[in-house]
């Protein structure tokens, strides 16, 4: 497949956009095409083998037009179709995501990290593996948060719901002092303000996007597939839902300040 195709990214909805924002940055030469399936999101709360039927027939869209590369910019598909997408797809390099707790005990051994996730990525095994990597170097909780990530597909932000919300769910880990939060989903970083007024300006927030473009990066290096152009690359948005105003408001997530 020649250099300069487009990288393709894909999430349940629009929340890979932030994933997306971390590639622009780490190749700014590569052009991009982005699949969002809002029309059926939410992934986090379907049956395994749904998500997995689903992340196979985004990659087989992103494959039918031509990309050079798969990034799966949603936490849920990594952890429900990563190994199957890439045992059936064995010809493209397929990156995927996973939530940042290795970097969060790193940066805070013996400290207490919360994990916000959908309950489909912490109920499968990579999640479970991972959090076995760490959990005598902290304390970890996991904080299933189903809905959260339709305040971003709706373009709600900030406010008393989504304020409710969020206290409901932090407010019983809020107990003792917090050194970080994961944040496990590629929904949430458009979130990230009102998170920080829910668990106060202490905490480390972190989320995986940088991790996945320098990963992406690495594959691409080595298997010869670098755009060799510096700059100048391209980004086209799609989605499942054919709704012009759901366009719109990816292309403002992409602009957004975070």
Not at 208 to 230: E, F, H, Y
């Given at each position: ?12 909805g629009?929340g890979?956009?932030s994933?997306?924002r ?8 590569e052009d991009?095409l ?16 749904a ?18 590369a798969?990034?799966?910019a ?33 940066r ?18 990579k ?7 760490f ?17 971003v597909?709706?373009?709600i ?30 929904h949430?970083?458009?979130?990230r303000?009102?998170i ?17 473009a ?9 298997l010869g597939l670098?755009?060799p ?8 948005l799609c989605?499942?839902?054919d709704d ?15």
């Amino acid at each position: 497949m020649p250099c300069t195709d487009p990288i393709g990214v894909f999430d349940s909805g629009l929340g890979g956009i932030s994933v997306l924002r971390a590639l622009r940055l780490r190749l700014p030469g590569e052009d991009f095409l982005y699949y969002g399936d809002s029309r059926r999101a939410p992934y986090g709360d379907k049956p395994l083998e749904a998500v997995q039927a689903l992340c196979d027939d985004a990659v087989q869209w992103l494959l039918h037009r031509g990309v050079k590369a798969v990034v799966i910019a949603c936490n849920t598909a990594t952890a429900a179709a990563a190994a199957q997408l890439r045992a059936r797809y064995p010809y493209v390099p397929i990156i995927g995501t996973e939530p940042a707790l290795k970097p969060a005990a790193e940066r805070h051994p013996g400290g207490h990290i919360l994990v916000m996730a959908t309950e489909r990525t912490l109920h499968e095994e990579k999640y479970h593996l991972l959090s076995q990597q760490f959990e005598t170097r902290a304390r970890v909780d996991a904080i299933p948060c189903p809905g959260l990530m339709e305040f971003v597909e709706q373009g709600i932000f900030s406010g008393p719901k989504l304020k409710a919300y969020l206290r409901a769910h932090l407010g019983p880990h809020l107990d003792r002092p917090v050194d970080a939060v994961v944040l496990g989903c590629t929904h949430y970083p458009f979130l990230r303000s009102a998170i920080r007024q829910i668990v106060g300006p202490d905490p480390e927030i972190l989320d995986g996007s940088d991790g996945i473009a320098r990963q992406t990066q690495r594959r691409l290096a080595l298997l010869g597939l670098q755009n060799p152009r510096s700059d100048g690359g391209s980004v086209t948005l799609c989605n499942s839902l054919d709704d012009p105003a759901m366009l719109q408001r990816m292309d403002q997530l992409l602009n957004r300040p975070l």
